[in-house]
């Protein structure tokens, strides 16, 4: 298979807590997209990378998230001193450049105690 | 900032029945994404429209770019309990960076 994957597919941790999660794109495809998603809702963007820059960030990641792409490839995003509205599926998607269809992977699920 | 509204929020149909459900935006959009979500997944993508008053099928999926460009429809026909789940339209920033994605049509099918 070798569409986006993403780990861990879930993971709860304590307020508080610092947590990392993974995202492999596609291998060909050199933007990569994070979003997050709360129950009922549509997919919100967060940032995106294009190879290993990161161009541009939403309002919505506050400076408790970082995310990198050190090498073009695969991507983390990272969430420092969790609280309980960070509770989100975080989806990580892919696309070449310029081109507008991106696709998603599984999404890693938050839950925040 | 755009905004996409869908329509219905959610429907509960007979299995064979055929689903219509639409989105509106208050901007113009290039491109219409329509992706499928299933529970505890990431979304897929189902029918991509390029080009106002576009037409296209995948499947038993049809979709329509609509011709002001600030609407989109998806028409499922004859309905199977595996269609079940949210169906999203989403559209592209005029950077083409970012999707913007409506809330979503929750679709329940009784077999």
């Known amino acids: 298979d070798t569409g986006v994957s993403q780990n861990p597919r879930h993971k709860i941790t304590k307020r508080g807590q610092n947590v990392t999660f993974r995202c492999d794109p596609i291998?060909?495809?050199?933007?990569l997209y994070w979003y997050r998603q709360t129950l009922g809702q549509g997919p919100e963007f967060l940032t995106y990378?294009?190879?290993?820059?990161?161009?541009?960030k939403s309002r919505l990641l506050s400076d408790r998230f970082s995310a990198e792409r050190p090498k073009g490839s695969f991507s983390t995003l990272e969430i420092q001193r969790t609280e309980q509205g960070d509770s989100a599926m975080y989806l990580c998607?892919?696309?070449?450049?310029?081109?507008?269809?991106?696709?998603f992977g599984p999404g890693t699920r938050l839950l925040v105690l | 900032g755009q905004q996409l509204n869908q329509s219905p929020q959610s429907m509960f149909i007979q299995e064979g029945e055929d689903v219509s459900m639409n989105c509106t935006s208050s901007?113009?959009?290039?491109?219409w994404l329509w992706y499928k979500q299933d529970p505890g997944e990431g979304p897929v993508l189902l029918i991509a429209?390029?080009?106002?008053?576009e037409l296209t099928s995948n499947g038993r999926l049809t979709a329509q770019f609509g011709i002001t460009r600030k609407d989109s429809f998806l028409n499922i026909s004859a309905s199977i309990p595996s269609d079940v789940g949210i169906y999203f339209c989403?559209?592209?920033?005029?950077?083409?960076?970012?999707?913007?994605f409506g809330g979503g049509t929750r679709l329940m099918v009784k077999p």
């Open positions: 901007s113009i959009f290039n491109t």
């Open positions: 989403a559209g592209p920033s005029n950077a083409g960076n970012m999707l913007t």
């Open positions: 291998s060909e495809h050199n933007r």
């Open positions: 990378f294009q190879n290993e820059a990161q161009l541009e």
């Open positions: 998607a892919s696309s070449w450049a310029g081109a507008e269809t991106q696709y």
């Open positions: 429209l390029y080009k106002a008053g």
